[in-house]
């Protein structure tokens, strides 16, 4: 077998980073919202979280988005709260 030798470059581990992160952010918003259920996260990131987490908090309670998404989001956290 050859090799051509060429590492992925900047623009390919930029893309990797992004696609990550659009991934983690929407799938941690269950975990989040299980430590706040348990008591786990102090009241002094309250804001932080807040601003963190506020596109989610659109995502489920605003009546422009649609309803599979609403339903979505809802049903992922259900599950983490045990509901």
Do not use: N
Not at 17 to 40: D, I, T
């Amino acid at each position: 077998m050859t090799s051509s030798g060429k590492q992925p470059g900047v623009a390919f581990w930029a893309t990797v980073v992004v696609v990550c992160l659009l991934v983690a952010y929407p799938v941690s918003y269950g975990p989040v919202m299980w430590l706040y259920g348990k008591e786990f996260v102090p009241e002094s990131l309250d804001d932080a979280f807040g601003i963190l987490y506020y596109p989610m908090y659109l995502a489920m309670d605003s009546r422009s988005s649609p309803v599979w998404l609403r339903h979505s989001v809802d049903s992922y956290t259900g599950f983490w709260m045990g509901l």
